[in-house]
C-alpha cells in the first residue's frame, strides 16, 4: 500500500511499515510473559498506595463542605488527566520504542467495543495495571504526604485523583458493556460516562477522550485538534489487518 501513516525521526513511513511494526510489537506482547508481569506489577503499586493514602487521609477531618469541594475537584481533574493521557496514547505509534509493545496492546481497545464480562473490582484492579504514569504520580506523592508538604485538603484533593483514575477504568468498562438500570442513571446523572458522550470518540474522530464522566472533553477536544490530526487514518489502521485471536485484556 502506498498509504503513509507515520511519521519517525522527521521521515514518513508508509502505512505498511507501520502495521509491521505493529504486528511485531504484538508479538512482543502476546509471547513474552514480562509484559503481563510488569503490568501486575503496575497493577499492584497503584491499588496499594491508593489503599494506603485513603488510609492516611481518613482520619484527617476536614469537615463535610471541603470533603465534598475535594472530591468534586479531585473527579474533575481526574476525567482531564486521564482523557489527556487517553489522548496520547491513541494518537502514540512508537511501536519500536522499550514501551511499543505496550502502546500496541492499548490501540486494541478501539478494535473491541464489546468487553467481556468481569467483575467491577476486577476491572478496577487489572486495568489499574496500564496506567504507568498513576504509578509514578502515587510514587512521587508519597514523600509530600510525609514530609507534611500540603494541608490536610489538598492531600485529600491528590489522593482521590489517583483514586478516581483508576475508577475511570470502571466508568469506561460500564459504557461499553454494561446494561445496568444503576449505572445508566448515575450516567445520566453526570457522574459516569454515557454511552452516548463516548460513543462519538469511536464513530468521530480525535475526539471525545475524556473517560471517567466526559466533562472535560470540550477543552481536552481543543488541545487533541491543535496536537493530532486523529487515530482513524493514523493508529487505527495500523492494526486493522492484525488477527491475533483476542489479546486485548479487556
Excluded at 45 to 71: C, D, H, K, M, T
Excluded at 118 to 143: C, H, Q, T
Aim: glycine content about 8%; aromatic content about 10%; some cysteine.
Amino acid at each position: 500500500m502506498g498509504v503513509t501513516a507515520g511519521v519517525q525521526k522527521g521521515v514518513t513511513v508508509p502505512l505498511s511499515a507501520k502495521q509491521q511494526q505493529f504486528n511485531a510489537a504484538m508479538e512482543l506482547y502476546t509471547g513474552k510473559s514480562r509484559y503481563r508481569i510488569f503490568s501486575g506489577l503496575v497493577a499492584a503499586v497503584n491499588v496499594s498506595l491508593q489503599v494506603y493514602f485513603l488510609l492516611l487521609i481518613l482520619p484527617r477531618e476536614i469537615g463535610i463542605a471541603r470533603q465534598l469541594l475535594s472530591l468534586g475537584m479531585a473527579y474533575l481533574i481526574a476525567d482531564f488527566i486521564n482523557g489527556l493521557v487517553h489522548m496520547y496514547m491513541d494518537n502514540n505509534d512508537r511501536y519500536e520504542s522499550l514501551a511499543g509493545p505496550l502502546i500496541a496492546g492499548f490501540h486494541l481497545h478501539h478494535k473491541t467495543p464489546q468487553y467481556r464480562k468481569r467483575n467491577l473490582i476486577f476491572v478496577y484492579v487489572v486495568e489499574s495495571g496500564s496506567k504507568i504514569w498513576l504509578a509514578v504520580y502515587l510514587l512521587l506523592l508519597l514523600p509530600v504526604s510525609g514530609m507534611g508538604g500540603c494541608g490536610p485538603f489538598l492531600l485529600h484533593v491528590l489522593v482521590y485523583i489517583g483514586i478516581f483514575s483508576s475508577l475511570a477504568e470502571v466508568s469506561h468498562y460500564l459504557c461499553h458493556s454494561s446494561t445496568s438500570v444503576v449505572a445508566g442513571f448515575l450516567a445520566r446523572c453526570g457522574l459516569l460516562l454515557s454511552k452516548r458522550h463516548h460513543a462519538q470518540h469511536h464513530l468521530s474522530d480525535n475526539s471525545n477522550y475524556a473517560f471517567l464522566n466526559g466533562i472535560s472533553d470540550p477543552l481536552i477536544n481543543l488541545i487533541a485538534a491543535a496536537c493530532y490530526r486523529g487515530y482513524k487514518q493514523n493508529t487505527d489502521l495500523h492494526f486493522a489487518g492484525y488477527s491475533a485471536g483476542d489479546t486485548d485484556s479487556r
